[in-house]
């Protein structure tokens, strides 16, 4: 461990005259010196967005002078003298970047998003120098060739391991001609991820639906028709009624407004979004497909796909796609069910029409009525989003040994984040920083999702760190009567994020880059759909679920009915994610000639035989997860193969009991904590006692028994 200080710190000191000069022209900027607050939070009211462009630019030329300390060094290349300080090149960056990527999510202001089209493309620069380094990757290869001569752990040695296939992946094993092309595309491909999602994010906020007449609002609950009246008073239509695309305005309309010209017209708005008009994303997208292709064939593969499931557990495009019919087929034939006996109702009410996929949300809970007297306005009263956060919280430390304590004081970017010390139950250890930030606005994208500010484990200065995690979501918002009331998806939401964050703060993994989520994308998705399951379960709603106006528990017959309706309308919910699926590694396969967008999604959905009452969960053009950046790209099919380890080892707590002292122990240590220290399917083995079984999701689905 000395030694590996004295090297990083040789490394550090050779950067001391241009950092300096640097930092004392931007004396001011926050993200230039360790913040100085408590366990590192930024320090969120000293933030400007006109000190990010500074820093960054700080920030890679620290990176650049680290980058030579560690290529210049004439020692033979090791351990401790090039993986180590790799882990640590740019402080600076590792800031600035960490409270970048989250702002572009969650606080895309306009001024924001005019800074960061000359930010993505200075950080991609910062990215490509390192990846394509061929100095570098020469001294990594070396590490990597003599790994079993070195005096390495295994998890050292793993990281070396990680480290090589990585560098090799983004392009540096390719020769100079083919380097300089892949740094065009990549170059390209960042400005049209811009592109794409400026465009989401202003198609999402201009389209809006008013509604002059009451009486059209019949069937919507309470919350949603005065957050609707809200939405009308603040552009200045006060009496009426503004609906928008943000979740929380749009799925009470599907799922419940009884005018079906409002259902269809919300319908179609969503489905129709960023098509056309200024804000459309198909000539964007047509020309990442385009890239994605050359990009491929750069790198040595057939096509994207190919690419991009060689990474990681599934290997092939074949394997994911064999994986997704096995799915997909049994759900088709479920939601066919679904949809007869959708029709079944329509035509016993005298509805006189054809289901179509504006009815689905509506009559699927219509059904849901009839087959289980259950609706979704009996259950959310008891799900305000305080409660439901309890809930979640009672279940982790129950199950991993952490409390949530509130920290008040602590630096926020908005008023409406909530920030909590994560500490072990037992001793008070602090184990890691989380935040929550669950409401929807102008700045936010949709959707939900989790991220880290700082990375957990060894720093650069000796010290191991832990990590600064965060929620962010799109629920709906309390109105001046009635607190944020979460529907049944937006609970599972809730408890799917979290899972995130939890092998994200519970990791004990010693390198950042083996640290929390840093595992295979189709494993990444495992912890947080684990978690969905305590969600609903009843020892642990009768702790939570409490009814926002009486503070009376749920009633166990109303338990009753939410757990025997759970497996209800799974054949949509299957159906629409594998179809998206199964359109995403086909988008990977297309070379992007002559594309034509709509006419590829009904060619695959005739291909696969996607039924004409439900569409792909995601529509090309706001299918953010593999448009938005290359994160999911060809990787949608991920949910579904996590979920196959998910079902599985839900399979053992129910066998063993879902508060289970020993599965739980089982299931933190081998999964929660160990990052990318080993093999994910060497993991899940030791802690279910066999490989993954595919047909676990079909019986937790209720496709099987």
Known sequence: MKKTLLTCAAAISLLVAPTTTIMAQNADNPFLKPYGTKYEIPPFEKIKTSDFIPAIKAGIEEQKQNLFAITANRATPDFDNTIIPLENLSPILERVAGVFYHYDGAMSTPEFAEMAEQAIPLLNEASNAINLDDQLFQRIKQVYDNRNKLKLNAVQKRLVEKYYKQFAEQGAALPADKKAELVKVNDELSKLFIQYNKNLLNATNSFYITVYDKADLAGLPESSIGQAAEEAKKRGLDG???????????????????????????????????????????????????????????????????MMTSR????????????????????V??????????QAY?????????????????????????????????VRPYFSLENVLKGMFTAAERLWGIKMVEMPDAPKYMDEVTVYDVQDAKTGEHIAVWMCDYFPRATKRQGAWMEQMQAGGLYGDGTTKRP??????????????TPALLTIDEVETTFHEFGHALQAMLSRAPYKSLFGTNVDRDYVEMCSQMNEHWAFS??????????????ETMPDDLIEKLNAASKFNQ?????????????????????????????????????????????????????????GDDGYASGYYTYLW????????????????????????????????????????????????????????????????
């Open 468 to 481: 600064i995690v965060y929620n962010v979501g799109n629920f709906t918002r309390p109105t001046a009567d």
């Open 240 to 306: 009426l009624w503004v609906f928008t695309l943000h979740a929380p305005s749009r799925l009470p309309v599907l799922s419940s407004a009884d005018n079906r010209g409002l259902r269809e017209a919300m319908y179609k708005g969503y489905t129709s979004l960023a098509f056309n008009g200024e804000n459309s994303n198909i000539p964007v997208i047509e020309k990442i497909v385009k890239l994605r292709d050359k990009k491929a064939k750069i790198m040595g593969f057939d096509n994207f796909a190919q």
């Open 642 to 705: 996590a979920q196959v380890l998910e079902a599985d080892a839900w399979e053992l707590f129910e066998q063993k009991g879902i508060f289970d002292k020993k599965t739980a122990a089982s299931f933190k240590k081998n999964i929660l904590e160990s990052g990318d220290t080993e093999d994910p399917t060497t993991l899940f083995v030791r802690f279910r006692g066999h490989k993954p079984d595919a047909a676990a999701l079909l019986r937790l689905r209720g496709f099987a028994k």
């Open 312 to 331: 990681v557990m599934a290997q092939t495009p074949e394997n994911a796609e064999n994986l997704l019919l096995q799915v997909f087929e049994p759900a």
């Open 571 to 627: 054949g949509f919910v299957t159906t629409e994610l594998a179809g998206s699926a199964l359109l995403d590694l086909n988008y990977g396969k297309n070379n992007g000639e002559n594309l034509d967008v709509v006419a590829f999604e009904k060619e695959i959905g005739d291909k696969i035989g996607m039924p004409a009452e439900i569409t792909y969960r995601y529509r090309s053009p706001y299918f953010k997860h593999i448009f």
């Open 333 to 342: 034939e479920r939601s066919r069910e679904e949809v007869a006996d959708m």
């Open 346 to 378: 329509v035509d016993a009410n005298g509805g006189g029409f054809k289901i179509a996929p504006w009815d689905y949300y509506y009559y699927q809970g219509k059904v849901k009525k009839q087959k289980f007297n259950l609706e979704e306005s009996e």
């Open 538 to 551: 009843p020892e642990l709603l009768k702790t939570y679920a409490k009814h926002y106006k009486t503070g």
